[in-house]
């Protein structure tokens, strides 16, 4: 392989025991794992608080074609190379005000993103303490969107330059957020079977939730797809309540709609979820799970990697979600 065909940034699901090997590579960009509890480390691991269910023990990796420098900003860890910016920030939450937890994390993401000219973001993960919690009278989610609200630019325009993202619960402590951050923009894709997050009727988040259903981003000669997570919502609503089959299927619909609006705005040549190259499945309960990944692969077929993880979704009634990514030419 010459080396202009290394790609600027790979991801891949790759199996746990290559650990080792990819931790001590100087191009690993982040290693992100999955545990009990979440850890933002100084190196390149990262563990997320949502345990790998058995069966799909896979790690996500990021790669660089350049030897990635590392740094701190206030208490977010970052990896950069000459396009891109990689970080990851965990937080205790307080308790009462994960909104203010979210708007630190929101703020110290933003002046580092301004400070080393890294300001478009691209893909988002937040994971946050038991996601459906009231406090004051608002669930835990919404008032982490009035955090992220209070914390991003509104200013004119910025709907149409919103970042695929994911807003998971753990049963952690701490808030964990990781992201990859791009010198130059990516292109936003909405779902036209949903209104746009952003839209949401404010019984949702009294504020709008800023994330975009998938992004496309140019790296070198590759193309990306971010999905973002994704459930069983069809307009804003909650469909098939605590059905399990039924609402994969729905996430899975919506899944496939993001990959052909993807495909006819940035020319892919894919045309359903059985097309990405990677499926994470959030479930909330696990004696799902072999119903569920039967399911799924006699949807997807055999060629996706996928990743099931024990995690809590942001609605009460939402039994699972699903998010995906598609490397390519
Ligand atoms: C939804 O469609 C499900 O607030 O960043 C999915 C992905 C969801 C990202 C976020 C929320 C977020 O509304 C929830």
């Known amino acids: 392989m010459t080396s202009r065909h290394i790609p600027l940034l790979d991801i ?5 025991q290559t650990l080792p090997d990819v931790v001590s590579d100087p191009y690993t960009l982040a290693v992100v794992d999955y545990d009990n509890h979440s850890v933002a480390t100084e190196g390149s691991r990262i563990l997320v ?15 660089t074609r350049d030897i990635p420098e590392s740094g701190t900003f206030e208490s977010i860890h970052y990896r950069k190379t000459p ?12 308790d009462e005000h994960i909104e203010n937890t979210t708007r630190t994390i929101y703020q110290q993401i933003s002046q580092l993103q301004q400070e080393l000219s890294y300001t478009h973001m691209i893909r ?3 994971y946050m303490p038991w996601i459906t919690r009231e406090d004051d009278e608002m669930e835990r989610y919404q008032s982490f969107c009035v955090g992220r609200h209070q914390a991003i630019d509104t200013s004119r325009g910025f709907k149409e330059h919103l970042p695929a993202a994911t807003a998971i619960g753990t049963h952690d402590d701490n808030i964990l957020v990781y992201f990859i951050a791009a010198r130059e923009d990516g292109i936003q894709i909405e779902n036209p079977r949903q209104v746009s997050a952003f839209d949401y009727p404010a019984q949702y988040a009294p504020k709008s939730p800023a994330f975009s259903r998938a ?16 459930a069983s919502i069809l307009g804003h609503e909650t469909r098939h309540r605590d059905k399990l089959i039924e609402q994969l299927d729905e996430c899975l619909n919506n899944v496939d709609v993001l990959v052909k609006e993807a495909d006819r705005q940035a020319d892919l040549g894919i045309n359903d979820a059985s097309g990405l190259t990677g499926i994470k499945l959030y ?3 696990q004696d799902d799970l072999e119903t569920v990944t039967s399911h799924l692969r ?6 996706p990697h996928v990743m099931v993880l024990l995690a809590d979704i942001c609605r009460t009634d939402l039994l699972l979600e699903v998010e995906g990514f598609w490397v390519g030419e």
Do not use: C
């Not at 345990?51 to 790690?59: F, M, N, R, Y």
């Not at 396009?83 to 307080?94: H, V």
């Not at 006699?298 to 060629?303: A, F, S």
């Open 49 to 63: 608080g949502t345990p790998a269910l058995a069966g799909s023990e896979l790690v996500e990796i990021w790669r």
């Open 124 to 126: 988002i993960w937040n």
């Open 215 to 230: 992004m496309v981003k140019q790296w070198g000669s590759q193309k990306h797809l971010y999905i973002s997570g994704t």
């Open 83 to 94: 396009d891109l910016l990689f970080g990851q920030i965990r937080l205790a939450s307080d």
């Open 12 to 16: 891949s699901y790759q199996q746990r």
């Open 283 to 285: 479930l909330r309960q």
């Open 298 to 303: 006699k949807r997807i077929g055999d060629g």
